[in-house]
């Protein structure tokens, strides 16, 4: 995923132009793009207007208007509500915005969210970072901060944006069971410093108390662990289908093959009845709490 300076270009005469680079990896997110800069070009040539001058009146630089028509540049909701308002479209420019919205986050978290969404059931090992369906803004932000190759702001904004969305999980009618292991280590690490390390701890306690979701610690201390083999992750969907991967297995592409799901089951399961009990862990994020 590409991204370019910090998010925002300074057109001709216009304002900042905030908006999302187009991955050139994402064939289908790219033809969304394109289909709708197609869309605001048309709109925008019948009402008889240039490009710079487009951008004038919604306050974007003449650039910016180029970009997002030819499918460079993927718009903001604000460019479409002012576009359409502009043009006279009369709705039909601003309620792209369903299209664009998923396809300004990377491929890959649009295709992990697509199957969160038809899960019924989660389980999930994390050795190295806290899972990401449990972390809060803060820690995502300073995680990503420390990746080498540097993010983009643009490119920071697009994966906490992604990231967020996928917590919608939490709130689906009916409520999935999800069931997450963590490692002691990634309790402890003051990723992004001791303020956003308490406001972590706290959502995990927030979280856990939920009555559909289960969070078990794996002690440091322990000597044998079944899980040294890597993350290991399973989704489950209502015709009894699932999908799962782990580091330590199958190269670490995704399975769903019922033999191969079978191994990362019995792995996972042994796991948490290794690990603290949910109860016993929630004691523990406590103590951890105020000793921060």
Same mark, same amino acid.
């Given at each position: 995923?590409?991204? =370019?300076?910090?998010?925002?270009? /300074?057109?001709?005469?216009g304002?900042?132009?905030p ?19 197609? !869309?605001? *070009? ?22 910016? =208007? ?18 359409? &308002? ?9 309620a792209?915005? +369903?299209? $664009?919205?998923? $396809?300004?986050?990377? *491929?890959? =978290? ?10 019924? !059931?989660?389980?999930?090992? @994390?050795? @190295?970072?806290?899972?990401?369906? #449990? !972390? ?16 983009? %702001?643009? &490119?920071?904004?697009r994966v ?5 969305? +996928? ?8 409520l999935?069971?999800?069931?997450? $292991? /963590? &490692? ?15 406001? /972590? ?9 939920? @009555? ?8 440091? @201390?322990? &000597? ?7 993350l290991?992750?399973? %989704? ?16 670490? +592409?995704? =399975?769903?093959?019922?033999? !191969?799901? +079978? ?10 009845? /290794?690990? %603290? ?10 103590? #951890? %709490?105020?000793?921060?």
């Amino acid at each position: 995923m590409t991204g =370019v300076g910090g998010g925002t270009e /300074q057109g001709d005469g216009g304002a900042d132009e905030p908006g999302w680079e187009v991955d050139p990896d994402d064939e289908s997110g790219a033809a969304v793009v394109a289909a709708v800069g197609r !869309q605001i *070009k048309a709109w925008r040539e019948a009402a008889g207007l240039r490009a710079g001058e487009l951008g004038a009146a919604i306050g974007y630089g003449e650039d910016l =208007v180029y970009k997002v028509e030819g499918g460079r540049r993927i718009p903001r909701p604000e460019f479409l509500d002012r576009a359409d &308002e502009v043009v006279g479209a009369g709705g039909k420019l601003a309620a792209m915005k +369903r299209d $664009v919205a998923e $396809v300004r986050y990377p *491929k890959k =978290v649009r295709d992990l969210a697509k199957l969160e969404a038809r899960a019924v !059931q989660v389980e999930a090992y @994390h050795h @190295h970072n806290i899972n990401g369906l #449990l !972390q809060t803004e803060d820690h995502m932000r300073a995680l990503f901060a420390s990746w080498l190759p540097a993010y983009t %702001l643009d &490119e920071m904004e697009r994966v906490v944006a992604a990231r967020m969305a +996928r917590r919608s999980i939490f709130d689906r009618d009916p409520l999935p069971s999800l069931s997450f $292991v /963590q &490692e002691e280590v990634t309790l402890r690490r003051p990723v992004g410093g001791a303020a956003a390390r308490r406001g /972590q701890l706290e959502r995990l306690l927030e979280v856990g108390r939920l @009555h559909n979701v289960s969070i078990q610690v794996m002690p440091t @201390h322990y &000597e044998e662990h079944p899980g040294t083999g890597g993350l290991i992750e399973v %989704l489950k969907f209502p015709d009894g289908s699932a999908v799962g991967r782990s580091e330590g297995a199958f190269s670490g +592409r995704p =399975v769903s093959d019922p033999k !191969q799901l +079978r191994i990362l089951e019995l792995r996972y399961g042994m796991i948490r009845a /290794q690990a %603290l009990s949910p109860r016993e862990s929630l004691a523990f994020i406590e103590q #951890l %709490l105020g000793e921060s």
